[in-house]
T-cell receptor, first 112, second 114 residues
């Protein structure tokens, strides 16, 4: 049973066309939710950590938000260099709390 | 480059051979994590190590896989008698002792078993 589900699997946007990526989780006792960016052939690059519902973080054209059941990664006026796979991961409280459980990612393509 | 270092970046092994993957954590980090990314799958946790200690290996396959993080030198993920199903990207991440929730990833080792 998937504990972290990302949607859509793939998203194609025109440059400047804002949109949102979704990450829903089914676990209880969330310790933290993480967003990473992964370019082809590279390791995940850390973007944001969110800890509690209502929290928001921003970095350039990206804004991450968190509710009790899901997180959104909002991309405002994207550019072609934002094309990548965006990964969501969660950590739980308690035993094994350092493990990251990842979703399968959303592959974003931004067309000039 | 003070980031997480992994080598080799690409490794080709024939069935039955051994694969040794190395990871040097980010400067100042003492915790190392290994994850595996199979084709069309998300990253899966394998093992968590501190210097000379395996803290959690609950994600490691029971046979053929082992990991270590010696007092000196890089962390090693060792796969004995590789099979085609071991073909994957193996990523190492590291964190500081007091910030285990912030894991920074290396570029990965892509293992191909022929």
């Amino acid at each position: 049973e998937d504990q972290v589900t990302q949607s859509p699997e793939a998203l194609r946007l025109q440059e400047g066309e804002s949109s949102s990526l979704n990450c829903s989780y089914t676990v209880s006792g969330l310790r933290g939710l993480f967003w990473y960016r992964q370019d082809p052939g590279k390791g995940p690059e850390f973007l944001f950590t969110l800890y509690s519902a209502g929290e928001e973080k921003e970095k350039e054209r990206l804004k991450a938000t968190l509710t009790k059941k899901e997180s959104f990664l909002h991309i405002t006026a994207p550019k072609p260099e934002d094309s990548a796979t965006y990964l969501c991961a969660v950590q739980y409280s308690g035993a094994g709390s350092y493990q990251l459980t990842f979703g399968k990612g959303t592959k974003l393509s931004v067309i000039p | 480059n003070a980031g997480v270092m992994q080598n080799p970046r690409h490794l080709v092994r024939r069935r039955g051979q051994e694969a040794r993957l190395r990871c040097s954590p980010m400067k100042g980090h003492s915790h190392v994590y290994w994850y595996r990314q199979l084709p069309e799958e998300g990253l899966k946790f394998m093992v968590y190590l501190q210097k000379e200690n395996i803290i959690d290996e609950s994600g490691m396959p029971k046979e053929r896989f082992s990991a270590e993080f010696p007092k000196e030198g890089p962390s090693i993920l060792r796969i004995q008698q590789v099979v085609r199903g071991d073909s994957a990207a193996y990523f190492c991440a590291s964190s500081a002792r007091d910030r285990a929730y912030e894991q920074y990833f290396g570029p990965g080792t892509r293992l191909t078993v022929t």
